[in-house]
């Protein structure tokens, strides 16, 4: 074999091994775990007869894609502040309602309708919002307090 093509051959070798290590280097830096981002709650109180509502919106963003997303508000007066949320008190929570918003990422919303007596029955104050994100892998993320709120 003459030289040059000998050193064409090392020198690609060198390359290719460069791009396979730089490939093999990103994909272990990519946190395989659901990521959130833009997380956003607004709450309308009942007023007049008609009923109030809360609306909660985020970006999840995961490698496999994105399975689900459940929503749980909750009050910080409660047992939650003492014995924190785990995705297994999350399991039989309402789920919300994602559109994929380019790449690996959702836009997920969730709505939902609160009465007067609702409002009356329910401890008022600081509220947080809890999320449950699971990727189409099984990787998991949970965030107990992903946006909060107030009920006055």
């Known amino acids: ?44 109180a009942p007023d007049g007869g008609r ?15 994105v399975k ?10 409660s047992e939650f502040a003492k014995k924190p949320l785990t995705a297994k008190d999350m399991a039989e929570v309402a789920s919300a309602t ?5 790449g690996h990422t959702v836009r997920c919303v969730y709505k939902g309708g609160m009465t007067a007596a609702d409002i009356a029955s329910s401890p008022h104050g600081a509220w947080h919002i ?10 998991t993320t949970l965030d107990t307090k992903a946006a909060d709120f107030t009920l006055a």
Do not use: N
């Open 130 to 139: 809890a999320v449950l994100a699971t990727a189409k892998d099984g990787h």
């Open 98 to 102: 994602c559109t994929p918003a380019g």
């Open 68 to 77: 689900s997303l459940k929503v749980l508000a909750w009050p910080e007066k």
């Open 1 to 44: 074999m003459s030289r040059r093509i000998a050193l064409s051959v090392v020198a690609g070798v060198v390359v290719l091994g460069g791009a396979g290590a730089f490939a093999l280097a990103y994909a272990g830096d990519q946190d395989p775990s659901p990521a959130l981002a833009h997380s956003t709650v607004r709450f309308t």
């Open 51 to 65: 009923d109030g509502s809360l609306s909660f919106t985020t970006e999840v963003t995961a490698p496999s894609g």
